[in-house]
Structure formats: C-alpha cells, structure tokens
C-alpha cells in the first residue's frame, strides 16, 4: 500500500502509479479540491464522470464546520462525501496562514480565529494530525507554517525551521496513532470508520520561499528525518512571479527523491501544470477550475473563454470541439453564454464541469506523451496552441 | 398527435396519455418549470434521471432574454436546452400582470417594462403567439390577462372577457402559422427548425378569479369556439384561500370537457397535486419543488423537512427513505445539512433535485392507484401520513 510506481520518464517528466487504499492514481494526475468536503458545484457522480482518482479536503475547513467529530460520527470523510476513491486532506497550515483575522504563531502552534464564528482555535502538529486521522483520508499533510511569496530570507529560514520540527512532531503522532489502531487499541475518540486494512500515510511539506539555498536544505533534512511515501512542495505559488517558481522546481527537481509522488501544492493553471510536469512533478490540486469557472472562465486548448462575452450569443458551436465532457457534448456557446447571462446555477456547474474534466484530461495527455517518450514536443505544441493568440 | 387517452377513471380523477411530437406524458404529470430555458440548478440529464417528461418554459423570459430570435438561430427551444422531450410554453400573460413594474392594458395588448433592462415593451395575442411558435414547444398556451385571487366580480369578468377576445386572435394566428408552415411557405422570421413533422398545438386558459358563474360561462365560451386539444385553468393559486380553489376545481370538475387534458397553471404543492387529482386535473406546474428546495426545504411522505435544523446535523439517514433519487440514495441528512450550512452549491442542486423527483412519483402512484380503483383509499392514508406531525 501506499506504492509508487515509475511508468515511464523522459527527461525529468514522469509516469507513475500510485496505489492508495481507496484506489490507484495514475500520475501526473489533477486533484479537484474539496475545501468543504464537496467540490464546488459537483457531484461525486460528476466527480467519477469527469475521471477524477484523488479528491482533496481540507482539514481546517472540517474542523470549523461542521467539526471533525461529526463527519466521524457519520461514517468518516469518505462516507460523509460519499466519494468512494483516494482522499488528500491538506493539513490547516496553508489556511490558518492565508484567511483573514487574528492569528498568533508559537513553536507549540497557531491560535487564530474561525472565519465562521469567530472564536478563537487553536491548532498544533498533533492536533491537525490527530484531526486528519479521523476524517480518515487516504493521505494526511503535516502542519506546515506558509509565508508570503515574497517573504526576505529570515522569514523564511523561520518558517522553514518551525515545519521541521512540527513536521517530527506530525510523524510521532501519526506513528502513535497507527500503532494503536494496528493493535486494536485505538481510542474511541479517533475511530477510522471508513478505512479498509490499511491505516493513511502522511507527507511532508517542503517550504523555503524562493530562497533555493533553503529549499534544498529543507529537502536534505525531511528526506534524512524518514523515508516517506511522497513529498509536498508548499508555499509556492503564493504571489511570486511564476519564471520564479519554474526556477525554483528546475533546481529542486534533481534533488527530490525519485522513489515517492512529488505534489505541487495549489498548482495550478493549465500552463502551470504543462510547466511542472516538465520539471518532474506527479501531483496537482487547485480551486482554479471550479473558481474561474463559476466566473464564466472556461480552459480550452486555444486559452482561456469568457463564455459571457457578447462573441458567443449564438455561437452554436461547444465550449471546446475536443472535450468529452457533459458540458460539451451537450450544450452550445450559445445557451452556455445565456446561463450565464441570465444567472442560471446550471451554468456554474456545467463551467466549473468542464474546467475539471480539462485538467484531468490534461494530465493523461501529458502521461501519454511522457510514456510515448514524445512529451517534450508534445508540450511545445500544446504551448503553441494555448498561447497563440487568434 | 396530440392525442388524448383516458386509461383509467376514478370517481373524477383521471388516468391518461397525451401523445406529443416529442414524446408521451402520461397522466396525472407534474412538469418542472424551466423559466429561463432550463429547470433552476437541473440539467437535462437530471430531468431524465427523476422521469420528467414534460417540461416548461416561460414566453415572456425568453423573450427578454435571450429573445426569441437568438433560440431559433441555435435550433429552437429543444436543442437550446438541449431537451428532447414535450415542451410547453407560457403565452406570457401571467408574467406581465404579475412581475413588478409598469404595465399598461388595453384590448390590443398590454405594454410592459422589461425586468432586464428596464425598457419598453409590448406583447399581444399575436405577438406572444408568434413568439412561442419561433421557440417551437409541442404545446403554446393563449395569451391571457391574470387578476389577483381577491379580484372583484367586475374586474374579474373584464379581464375573462378581454381574455376570450385574445384567445379568438391567439387562435387566428396560430391557425395562420400553422398553414404556411404546413405548405412549406412558412416566413423565414418564423423558423420551427427543431420540431418533427407536426406542428405545435395551442391551449386555451379558463379565467374567471374565483367567481363561480364567471368561470362556468368562460368555460362554455371557450369550448363553443374550437374543439381544442387541452384546456388550461389559470388564475387559480394566485392568493385566494385553498378551499375555495378547492371548491372552484369540484364545481368546474363536471362541466370540464372529457376529451382533453385539464391543466391546472401554478399547482403546486403535494398536497395541491393530490386534492386537484381527486378533482378531475391532469397536469401541473410549479416552482415550489426547485424555490423550496434551494431554501433547504424538502418534501418527504411524512411532510416538508427544513434540512437546515439542527436536529438533522449527526442523521445518517436518506432525506426520504422511499425515494429512489440521486440525493436520497447517495447522501445523509448530517451531510445535506452540512452542504446548506456551509452555503456549498451542490446543496441546492440535490435538494431540487429530490423534490422534482418527489412531485414525479407523486404524480405516477396517483395514477397507479386510478388504475388499480383505489385512488379514494390511496390518497386518505397519503394525506394521513404527509399531514401528521410526529
């Protein structure tokens, strides 16, 4: 359990299997996110229809609403969704940093204030483990502390320190946590409900800012702490130029160790995806699809469509002539644009169906062309085409 | 086509078929309403999946926005919505006496503001005829003028009479469609690219408020100008107390001719479908499912549950363990809470869901207990189980 396989490489871009108790995930592979323990607009059954191998949830969000022990008590995250396949829950970290409001950060953990009513929380290492053991995904993330893109290097080093050693902190947690469960002995509090034989796995979170000298220490000391299942790269795409964190990926990427997924966490755009596949990155998840497409923004292989702009009105054609979604295969721009327009919900869905469905497909395009080994030309024709502007 | 056929009767309730070009409703039916060209938060796929077979659309909407024009150019109203099953179109009238803003009555027509753009608009029988044929649905229904429930005797007849005069012109011009249409010298502004080899049929719409003698003179009026396929009952559920629209279908019930469906406009709620049902009516129409269920409200056998109270917070249970729909077979109540607390779309999707295909099966055990003889037991031990409070 918890296996990955290497399929095929060409150059730094990979292929691979990863085998979760819930199912395998073929890589690279897009993660829809989940924040609330839905994604946005869709259904489990759109999730399935759409092709979708790994859902992400998030940890901080559960936590506030409707509260770990309720989805504990309804059967676990999986049943609570009623998703059937592997599940990622996002530690809090990324969260507790990035919502607004008061929050306070000390070696032990962060207090900070629920954006849904207001009291104050308080989060530790051992708690956002504790919390991800009962909802009970497939994989778990340490507790990590995020800084903005733009942090200066002291902040950084700060930041990086502290993830290290909460990240000692998760794996003891978690070991102790499985143990218990191995033997039997798992306390009534943390029931895992909803796992088949084997217990989840955890993974670290690489952080470091765009100071590379960091990234790659940061990197020495999680792969000399445990030999993990796979890694996380965090705190990259959060506001600095993406050149930036293309560099940063190119740099790393000989040095991540090639035995486990690499995840490039909140990642990313079509472009984006295209880009770090090329520098050896296995996983993806981003609210973009969902977000852009409840605003009327719609991926398509010659860039992106506003679908309310007045071009479409009676445009007869599809949203994209080579996508098998439902939204394709159905509708026209035409009374696409008109939802929209006319604030119809279906539209949200059906936008927000598609953008999903694009970068999933995407991602077996590129596992195709790097088991083809033709993936570097396939990339610059693809870049070709999305960029080019008619 | 069109046709009409009594399977089975119950004391005055009704068991039937109606054939249309696009397909067969069977009867007592419930039609989802799809204002805007589209069932609120429904996609065709789903009208499929809870059995909808005939669906409507709103003429004065339509013709607002997107306009008529624009749904012709993309192949008409079925391939608009992508909907391959009966449509039916309002003519408009009840839109225009009953959105808020300017509005202007006389024997021609009645002159409005749109409630997009604020501009001036007028729709005549004529016009709203011509209008509905462009859309093409299997079924256009006479431009009427609507009074509210509490309306006097006097303005009650003014706009029956005013209604019967524009049903003569609707009539004219449908009749005037339908040759040209029918000799190939059809205008290219009236386009009816999307329908089979018959063309549409038009329904007449009883006036009357809830004058009795009103009604019945309407009624005899309407039935001496043209044998017509259908006949409407509209006016009704508009604000008057339900016992008196209760006592106008008993009263009108026997005079009603046989040969045709009774479609009473607006109705309704369960409880609406079964006591009309018991009084001769065939065919309803009704936002309640879609409005109450995108305010968590649902419909179940033992009455409406708010899925917002707390008490539903840690339920593992269906929403309605009798249904077999997509939300009850899949999700918990704790988890359809949780969607509606935390204001995730999906939620009012599932709920709309539900209750559409509540109404449908609703709909399809009446007419299972007509057939069988039991209909008068069938709906005492209903109403017993929908009304009790537990």
Known sequence: ????????????????????????????????????????????????????????ANTYHLHVRPGEGVVARLGGLHRFMS????????????????????????????EFQSHVDGGRRHLTPERATEIQWTLGADIAMAFDHVVPGGADEATAR????????????????????????TDGKMERSFPRSNVPSVPQTL???????????????????????????GLAIGGLSVGEPKPLMYEMLASLEP???????????????????????????D?????????????????????PVNIRNAEHREDARPLDATCDCETCTTFSR??????????????????????????????????????AGTFPRWAAE?????????
């Open 1 to 56: 359990m918890f296996e990955f396989t290497l399929d095929a490489t060409c150059g730094p871009a990979r292929a691979g299997t990863l085998v979760l108790p819930h199912g395998t995930v073929e890589t690279p592979a897009f993660m829809p996110v989940g924040t609330q323990g839905t994604v946005r607009t869709l259904s489990p059954a759109d999730l399935h229809a759409v092709g979708a191998e790994l859902v992400l």
């Open 83 to 110: 998703w059937d396949r592997p599940l990622l829950t996002d530690s809090g970290g990324f969260q507790v940093f990035s919502l607004e409001g008061f929050r306070r950060v000390d070696d032990d953990g962060v």
């Open 203 to 229: 993974w670290p979170i690489l952080q470091g800012g765009t100071h590379l000298a960091l990234r790659e220490e940061g990197l020495r000391r999680i792969c000399d702490l445990d030999s993990w299942t």
């Open 158 to 181: 700060d930041a990086m320190e502290r993830t290290l050693r909460w990240l000692g902190r998760c794996a003891k947690r978690h070991a102790e946590l499985k143990e218990r469960w």
């Open 334 to 371: 035409g009374y696409l644009r008109h939802l929209f327009v006319a604030e119809e919900l279906l539209g949200l869905r059906l936008l927000s169906l598609h953008n999903v469905r694009f970068l999933i497909r995407l991602a077996a395009a590129m596992r195709a062309a790097i088991r």
């Open 382 to 390: 693809w870049r070709h085409r999305y960029t080019r502007s008619d």
């Open 283 to 303: 996983l993806f998840d981003c609210v973009a699809p969902t977000r852009n497409g409840r605003n009327g923004s719609a991926f398509t292989p010659d860039g």
């Open 255 to 281: 040095r991540l160790p090639p035995a486990g997924p690499r995840y490039l966490m909140g990642v990313g755009f079509p472009e984006d995806l295209v880009a770090a596949t090329e520098r050896g990155i």
